[in-house]
């Protein structure tokens, strides 16, 4: 494996887990304010956080390409 490799997985599995726990918190904080609990509450909380993290990846991955090509 090449050094920058190495620097560029790295990177992807931090981002992975930054977006992640934004969706995750996201989720929580939204189906909290709702008052949804039980399975239904489980259900759309998963939804939304899987959109959230996925929004914050494109973001991140679109920012982290201008930011190169800028160099």
Known sequence: ???FQRGSILG???GILVCGGVG???AWSIVTLMG???TIGAIVA????MV???AAWAALT???RMLSRAR
């Open 46 to 49: 998963t939804i939304i956080g």
């Open 1 to 3: 494996m090449r050094p």
């Open 36 to 38: 949804w609990e039980g």
């Open 52 to 54: 959230v993290a996925m």
């Open 12 to 14: 992807r599995l931090l």
């Open 62 to 64: 679109s920012l982290t």
């Open 24 to 26: 995750g918190i996201a």
